[in-house]
């Protein structure tokens, strides 16, 4: 577990730990809320439950190529971050997610500095263009970790008819 320093306006102690099993319920509404800011990104719908795809969360709960990681504030769920290929020579940030009400006060930058300086090496983490925020972020984390990273734009696997994804790539020590 990480202390973060105090914001103002925000309950503390504002913390990013590993998640696991006992924190399946929270992470799985953490999930909806992503998945739901995610879909006007990538328009993307629920399906027919009201639900959204699960399967990486569900990896990152039960498989050990994936870790879970969650931000707190206080008592509050904040934000989830999901990683895979953990035990790979280059690991990917796979969901990264901070609740709308903790937003701008620097929280996803250091979430994201927290999750991938626990894993040294090569990092890459993808996003779209339409989103702003990731526009703006992966490049500043990956920046203060590597000033030699990368960026570029890769297809979708499997899907020809979405804008490509943006990949950065960095590492670090």
Do not use: K
């Amino acid at each position: 577990m990480i202390d973060l320093a105090p914001r103002s306006g925000l309950p503390t102690p504002i913390r990013v730990r590993r998640a696991g099993a006992d924190d399946r319920e929270v992470l799985q509404r953490l999930w909806l809320m992503y998945r739901h800011d995610m879909s006007g990104v990538v328009g993307s719908l629920p399906c027919a439950d009201g639900s959204f795809r699960s399967e990486w969360l569900e990896y990152a709960l039960t498989r050990s190529d994936w870790h879970a990681w969650m931000l707190t504030i206080g008592e509050h769920p904040g934000g989830l971050a999901l990683v895979r290929a953990v035990n790979e020579p280059v690991r990917v940030l796979n969901s990264f997610f901070v609740v709308s009400g903790a937003r701008r006060f620097g929280l996803g930058f250091d979430l994201a500095r927290v999750v991938v300086g626990e894993y040294p090496g090569r990092w890459d983490v993808a996003y779209q263009d339409a989103n702003a925020a990731a526009v703006a972020l992966w490049p500043a984390v990956a920046g203060s970790f590597d000033a030699g990273y990368t960026v570029e734009r890769r297809a979708v696997p499997g899907d020809s008819d979405v804008p490509h994804d943006v990949w950065v790539s960095f590492r670090t020590a």
